[in-house]
């Protein structure tokens, strides 16, 4: 799909100059390779995108959780945004992740993405004082940075991580804003998307789910969109799916989906970035190091990886 001014589906509520688009088909959140001197390797990473824009992803998102986001510095993240941007087929779309404890400091970090190249902004649940952050105060923030954004945002619920879960209640109410776009779901829990979709989303809400672990399930449900970490390493598996999922054939990708989720269960759930870093390393990408504090994979952990990929028929 081409995400270029002649495909975007302008909303009917233009009170903002936002650019209204579906997202169909998956994105990968990228992996940021590093050196052994915890350096961003900004080489690996343009070979990383040079060789994804060949496997029918949709887009990328640079500066989501698996690429060690909290790790860099600001002005690696705007290069990284820069290099994505410049060395990304035509027609793919470059979704930034903005988002910040502080309101002013994410809407000013939003802003720098888009003079990088971000066409959106995927944007985090403030999270430090969670016992705070309930409905009224991730409508307020949320609200505050759409208004203020060059570029149209989506939610980033991960609960994982941030131990924060937006509410069906607030994502609809935020879903009729016109510059927030949709929001992408890591939860993993079918049920929430399904209450996520009964609650009154904006029709043209983009509903992301964020993990392969849920990715046919969700397409049974209608969703279109996908940022996952398994299409770092796997890619042309992860478009498979949904391929073959919207030409009817449910058997052929439930069965390929069936075969990928042990890799997604093991190298992005149980053992993390490393893991996928080192799955990358396998599969012909450019993993590089992970980020200290994090530690690479140890001798009998890399031998779990293998014998998972091996098992799903990737090597």
């Not at 690696?76 to 910040?100: F, S, V």
């Not at 796997?234 to 989906?257: H, I, K, M, T």
């Not at 970035?273 to 994090?294: D, F, H, I, S, T």
């Amino acid at each position: 799909m081409d995400f270029g001014e002649n495909t975007q589906k302008p909303r009917e509520d233009e009170a903002m100059a936002s650019k209204f688009f579906e997202i169909h088909g998956v994105l990968p959140p990228v992996i940021t390779p590093f050196t052994k001197e915890g350096k961003v390797d900004f080489e690996a990473f343009r070979k990383n995108i040079e060789k994804w824009n060949d496997t029918g992803v949709a887009g990328y998102l640079v500066l989501g959780s698996n690429g060690e986001t909290p790790y860099l510095e600001e002005e690696d993240k705007l290069e990284l945004i820069r290099m994505a941007a410049q060395h990304k087929a035509p027609g793919k779309l470059l979704m930034a992740g903005t988002g910040l404890e502080n309101t002013q400091a994410t809407i000013r970090l939003t802003k720098k993405a888009a003079e990088a190249g971000a066409q959106c902004a995927l944007v985090l649940t403030p999270n430090y004082y969670g016992d705070q952050m309930g409905d009224e105060a991730l409508i307020a923030f949320f609200t505050k940075v759409a208004d203020e954004s060059p570029i149209p945002i989506l939610i980033y619920n991960v609960t994982k991580f941030t131990h924060v879960n937006i509410s069906p209640r607030a994502a609809s109410i935020l879903s009729h804003h016109p510059n927030i776009i949709g929001m992408k779901d890591s939860s993993g829990n079918i049920a929430q998307l399904i209450s996520f979709m009964t609650q009154g989303l904006d029709p043209e809400f983009n509903l992301l789910v964020g993990t392969a672990s849920a990715w046919y399930p969700a397409l049974a449900i209608g969703i279109k969109g996908s940022v996952m970490a398994l299409a770092n390493c796997c890619p042309q598996e992860c478009v498979e799916v949904q391929r073959l999922f919207e030409a009817g054939d449910y058997a052929a990708s439930l069965e390929l989906y069936k075969r990928m989720f042990p890799v997604n269960a093991c190298v992005t759930g149980k053992l993390g970035v490393p893991a996928l870093k080192y799955a990358c390393n396998k599969l012909g990408y450019q993993g590089g190091e992970p980020c200290p504090p994090l530690l690479p994979l140890t001798e009998e952990q890399q031998k779990q990886v293998d014998a998972i990929l091996e098992k799903a028929k990737l090597v």
